[in-house]
């Protein structure tokens, strides 16, 4: 009878002092996120701190609770043992994990960034200690915009696909505008054309802008540009004379910028005769006859 209320003692107190971890875990937590809320103001840093102390309490609640009730007395060989128990049953989960710390510490993006990883392209919207979240663009859809769905991405695969940052240090892309006329026309007014359009509708601050956002990035990264300016390249098809325009753009601008230009293009195709806009044909010449098939 002794040794059932001895028993029964312990067992209480091994619960009070499990009580009082979670507690004051809980606290401690109400309080920093508190002090973080009223000092700073940047939404970025709010999440995250909100995310690092839910988690860090947590983890801490486990360790302190499991050397409470399984009495560990050598907590170094206990550790030893359950971390080996852990890696090999939860590799695929640890792994997220481990990835998860990268992203903490090391900021291949960050919440807002457009990223591209193992063919899926979209915006960060959430990041999570197995996955991020996702605002999908491309698919179905043109020009970089988005499709609607969340796609949630497991953490791990950092470490074994390549990551592609649309605006990490310099939020800018190139972007071409090809334009494919006849072999009959006059391909020095289509190169005109396009300039002129280029002058006319290419973000006038881009160039500026972008100057400045390697002048802040020459730390980190090595970009280096030689001319930020539109330009334009001809070449041969198969179907005609390719004019193509290049542009430096903000990321998130391309099919704004694709829909006024072309609208400028066509408008001043439809008034120059001497330049018409190609498409696949097939010609077969013959005696006598000349066979054309578009």
């Given amino acids: 009878m002794t040794e059932f209320f001895r028993d029964a003692d312990q067992w209480q107190q091994r619960l009070a002092v499990t009580v009082a971890v979670v507690v004051g875990v809980v606290i401690v937590r109400f309080v920093v996120l508190r002090f973080v809320k009223r000092r700073i103001d940047d939404p970025e840093i709010w999440y995250r701190t909100q995310k690092t102390s839910s988690y860090g309490g947590t983890f801490l609640v486990l360790v302190v609770v499991s050397l409470i009730w399984f009495q560990v007395s050598n907590v170094g060989a206990w ?58 663009i491309q698919g179905w859809v043109d020009a970089d915009q988005s499709t609607g769905r969340i796609i949630q991405i497991p953490n791990g695969l950092l470490f074994s696909m390549p990551l592609a940052n649309y605006t990490e240090g310099f939020p800018f892309i190139w972007h071409e505008i090809p334009m494919l006329v006849t072999f009959e026309s006059d391909w020095k007014q289509a190169e005109t054309i396009m300039n002129d359009v280029l002058a006319e509708h290419a973000p006038s601050m881009a160039s500026d802008e972008a100057r400045k956002a390697i002048r802040e990035v020459a730390s980190d990264y090595r970009i280096r540009f030689t001319h930020l300016t539109p330009t334009t390249y001809v070449s041969v098809k198969d179907s005609g004379v390719m004019v193509t325009g290049r542009l430096i753009i903000p990321v998130r601008s391309r099919r704004h910028i694709d829909t006024t230009m072309w609208r400028s293009l066509l408008e001043r195709l439809d008034a120059d005769p001497t330049v018409e806009l190609a498409y696949p044909t097939v010609r077969a010449h013959l005696p006598g006859l000349a066979i054309t098939n578009s």
């Fill in 79 to 136: 550790i030893g043992v359950v971390s080996a128990g852990i890696a090999i049953a939860l590799s695929d989960v640890l792994r997220n994990f481990v990835g998860w710390g990268y992203i903490l510490l090391r900021r291949p993006f960050k919440i807002g960034d457009r990223i591209e990883i193992d063919g899926q392209a979209g915006d960060v919207v959430d990041v999570r200690s197995q996955r991020f979240s996702m605002l999908e």
